[in-house]
Nanobody, 123 residues
Framework: QVQLEESGGGLVQAGGSLRLSCAASGSIFRINAMAWYRQAPGKQRELVASIRSGGRTVYTDSVKGRFTISRENAKNTVYLQMNSLKPEDTSVYYC?????????????????WGQGTQVTVSS
């Protein structure tokens, strides 16, 4: 009933910028939080940044000052602006959303993931 569609990945040189987008669609009642995770080969998936419905944000230390997460509630979309990219930022980036959906008297809250988008930073 709910889908997340990511876009914006690609290849960039070190020091460059990219902006990722993730749009949620379906029978959405409320998006409680949205986040970006990343997973490099052979490593665990890690939280990059998150933003709650009220706008509170959290960033992992390695991206503070370089990445900015934002959301456009009217479009059910979250963005990740990535500046001053480094080769160690190379990963598959995944969108995550905690969404309440349903109609009438029945509502459910579930965690959803996008398909992932590759970000490659060359040195």
């Amino acid at each position: 009933q709910v889908q997340l569609e990511e876009s914006g990945g690609g290849l960039v040189q070190a020091g460059g910028s990219l902006r990722l987008s993730c749009a949620a669609s379906g029978s959405i009642f409320r998006i409680n939080a949205m986040a970006w995770y990343r997973q490099a080969p052979g490593k665990q998936r890690e939280l990059v940044a998150s933003i709650r419905s009220g706008g509170r944000t959290v960033y992992t230390d390695s991206v503070k000052g370089r990445f900015t997460i934002s959301r456009e509630n009217a479009k059910n979309t979250v963005y990740l602006q990535m500046n001053s990219l480094k080769p160690e930022d190379t990963s598959v980036y995944y969108c995550n959303a905690d969404i309440t959906y349903g109609t009438g008297a029945y509502y459910y809250t579930e965690d959803y993931w996008g398909q992932g988008t590759q970000v490659t930073v060359s040195s």
